[in-house]
C-alpha cells in the first residue's frame, strides 16, 4: 500500500465523525435518552410519594404523549417519542390489569430480551441486527453483506456486543422483579436504563469507526443512471446529425 492509499488523518477523523453522526440520528441522541427515561421516571417518583399505581400510569402515558406533541409541533421525528408512547401505553395495561404496578415495567423488560435473542440469532445467521438497521443510515442498505466484508464483521461484532449487554440487562432485571418491591425495582431499573445503552452505543462507534468505509449504494445507483442517460444520447446524436445531413 502506497502512501497515497492510506487513509489520512483528515480521511480518518471526517469517517469517525459520519460514524457518530449516523449512530446519534439512528439512536435518537440526547433528546431520544431523554423521551425513553422520563415516563418511567416520572411514574416511579409518583408510586414512591404516594403508592398510587393509577395516578403514577396516567402520569407516565401524559408525559409520553407530550413529548410526541412537541416533536410534532417542531415538525421533528417522532419514530422516538412514537416507540415511547407504545411502550408506556403497554406498561399502563399491563400494569391496571393485573393491579401490580411493578407490571408497568413487564413490556420493557420482554422487548429488551427479546431485542438481546434478536441480536445474537441474527448475527449467528449471518445478518446481524445492527448491520439491518444502520445500512440505510449509512446509505449502505445490504451491500455490507456481499461487497464489504470488512465492514460486516464490524456490524457482528457491535451486534454481539448489543445482544450480550441487554441479556447482562435482563440478567440483573428479572430475578429483581420477583423479589424487589416496586419502589426499588422501579429505580434500579431507571438506574440501568442509559448506562447499557451508551456502552453499546461506544462499542458500536469503536467497531465501525475501525471499519471500511459505507458503500454510498444510493449515489452509485445514481451514477448508473446518469451513465444510461448520457449513452442513450450519444446513440440518439448521430442519428439526429445524419438526419440534418440528408436534409
Known amino acids: 500500500m502506497t502512501s497515497l492509499d492510506k487513509p489520512t488523518a483528515d480521511q480518518d477523523a471526517d469517517s469517525k465523525a459520519v460514524t457518530e453522526a449516523a449512530l446519534f440520528e439512528a439512536f435518537g ?3 431520544g435518552m431523554v423521551e425513553t427515561v422520563v415516563p ?3 411514574f416511579v417518583t409518583i408510586f414512591t410519594i404516594n ?5 403514577s400510569a396516567i402520569a407516565a402515558l401524559a408525559v409520553s404523549l407530550v413529548l ?3 416533536r410534532l409541533v417542531m415538525k421533528d421525528t417522532v419514530k422516538h417519542a412514537f416507540s415511547g408512547v407504545f411502550g408506556v401505553a403497554f406498561g399502563v395495561v ?4 393485573t393491579g401490580n404496578a411493578k407490571d408497568f415495567y413487564l413490556p420493557g423488560m420482554l422487548y429488551t430480551l427479546g431485542l438481546a435473542v434478536a441480536y445474537i440469532v441474527t448475527t449467528l445467521c449471518g445478518v446481524p441486527l445492527i448491520g439491518l438497521i444502520l445500512g440505510p443510515v449509512f446509505k449502505e442498505n445490504l451491500s455490507w453483506r456481499t461487497r464489504n466484508p470488512g465492514r460486516k464483521k464490524a456490524y457482528a461484532k457491535a451486534s454481539w456486543a448489543w445482544g450480550l449487554i441487554l441479556l447482562a440487562k435482563c440478567a440483573i432485571l428479572f ?3 420477583w423479589w424487589a418491591d416496586t419502589t426499588k425495582f422501579g429505580w434500579i431499573l431507571i438506574a440501568l436504563k442509559i448506562p447499557p445503552f451508551l456502552l453499546a452505543v461506544w462499542l458500536t462507534w469503536v467497531f ?3 471499519a471500511p468505509a459505507p458503500i454510498d449504494v444510493f449515489a452509485e445507483m445514481e451514477a448508473e443512471e446518469k451513465a444510461e442517460k448520457e449513452a442513450e444520447a450519444a446513440r440518439k446524436e448521430p442519428g439526429a446529425a445524419r438526419h440534418r445531413r440528408e436534409v
Open 29 to 31: 441522541g440526547v433528546r
Open 68 to 70: 410526541v406533541v412537541v
Open 175 to 177: 430475578p429483581m422483579y
Open 94 to 97: 399491563f400494569a391496571m390489569m
Open 40 to 42: 418511567g421516571l416520572l
Open 51 to 55: 403508592k398510587d399505581l393509577h395516578m
Open 208 to 210: 465501525l469507526a475501525k
